[in-house]
Nanobody, 124 residues
Framework: QGQLVESGGGLVQAGGSLRLSCAAS????????MAWFRQAPGKEREFVAS????????MYAESVKGRFTISRANAQNTVYLEMNNLKPEDTAVYYC?????????????????WGQGTQVTVSS
């Protein structure tokens, strides 16, 4: 069992920054893989970033590499997504996800716990 609660979304101008948080309860994030996905209106959910539960290996989508950073604070059992130089195409609902394994993946189908999502809107 586990529960994920995202926060930190909002409206920002292009070039701005936001930090999303995902607070986990019922599971220890340092043990399990954590990931961020996003879904824009009319589009499929897409992978953004992930961090493995064992060695902390990070993966990023090409579209956000160099601008977004995933990290975790084990003491707070929270995962973060630092987003810099935001673009209008980053506008989406952002979801936090985890699975019962330390191995991360870019595929949304293997994650079995999801948060409710937080809206990020980037104006041009």
């Amino acid at each position: 069992q586990g529960q994920l609660v995202e926060s930190g979304g909002g409206l920002v101008q292009a070039g701005g920054s936001l930090r999303l948080s995902c607070a986990a309860s019922g599971r220890t994030i340092s043990t399990y893989a954590m990931a961020w996905f996003r879904q824009a209106p009319g589009k499929e959910r897409e992978f953004v970033a992930s961090i493995s539960g064992s060695n902390g290996y990070r993966m990023y989508a090409e579209s956000v590499k160099g601008r977004f950073t995933i990290s975790r604070a084990n003491a707070q059992n929270t995962v973060y997504l630092e987003m810099n130089n935001l673009k209008p195409e980053d506008t989406a609902v952002y979801y936090c996800a985890t699975r019962s394994s330390s191995i991360a993946s870019r595929s949304s189908s293997i994650y079995n716990y999801w948060g409710q999502g937080t809206q990020v809107t980037v104006s041009s």
